[in-house]
């Protein structure tokens, strides 16, 4: 799987918007861009996933440069439940066969959350 | 049930004790997975079973380590002759089956096993 590149940790306060970047500069063509986020002592969550357009969901934002070299994970209004580690995954599904279906997790970013 | 579950909880044992740890994934979801992590770590890929198929192991880590899904449904991890690097949470996950094109294909996960071996 293509390698992605996030921050260590950001933080935020409450209620602002936070940007949570990504760069993934191998990216193929046949790459989705999946984030989930981990909350504490649980299993990951699915937040959102793109492929070439920004997309919105009741979550989140996705943001995603031309080139497709790097993305944005955008929460418009950050809450203290919002605090969690963020993975920014490419995961092949257009292609079949290979290794496309597992999930390769990188040490994410730990966002908190200041109230 | 709803979501996918995990047993037990939590588990401590003696090193040198063989551990069985369970999941029953989604109702439907024909892809599951097995994940680990350590204290502070990312997660570590272990196993993959999609239907009939032969599963993916190459994430076990050593021969100790071993996994079955019976019935197309509930799986079973199970590490023999525990060793204290063996300490981790484990996490199991479940989805349809991938298809190519599918790109809103998205993984389950239970609350995990935290398994710890003194």
């Known amino acids: 799987d293509a390698k992605t590149t996030q921050p260590n940790s950001m933080e935020s306060n409450e209620e602002e918007p936070v940007h949570l970047p990504c760069n993934h500069s191998t990216i193929s063509g046949t790459d989705y861009i999946h984030w989930y986020r981990q909350l504490p002592s649980q299993g990951p969550e699915y937040v959102i996933h793109?492929?070439?357009s920004n997309v919105n969901n009741r979550m989140a934002s996705l943001a995603i440069a031309e080139d497709r070299k790097s993305s944005t994970l955008i929460l418009h209004r950050a809450t203290l439940r919002d605090a969690a580690v963020y993975y920014c995954i490419l995961r092949d599904l257009r292609s079949s066969g290979g290794s496309n279906y597992k999930l390769t997790f990188g040490k994410g970013t730990l966002l908190t959350v200041n109230p | 049930g709803a979501g996918v579950s995990q047993s037990p909880s939590n588990k401590v044992t003696e090193k040198g004790k063989d551990v069985e740890l369970r999941c029953d994934p989604i109702s439907g979801h024909t892809a599951l997975y097995w994940y680990r992590q350590s204290l502070g770590q990312g997660l570590e890929f272990l196993i993959y079973?999609?239907?009939?198929?032969?599963?993916?192991k190459s994430g076990l880590p050593s021969d100790r380590f071993s996994a079955e899904r019976t019935g197309g449904s509930v799986s079973t991890l199970t590490i023999q002759r525990t060793q204290q690097e063996d300490s981790a949470v484990y996490l199991c996950a479940s989805s349809l089956q991938p298809r190519a094109g599918d790109g809103a294909n998205v993984l389950t996960f239970g609350a995990g096993s935290r398994l710890t071996v003194l």
């Open positions: 079973f999609q239907g009939n198929s032969a599963p993916d």
């Open positions: 793109g492929l070439t």
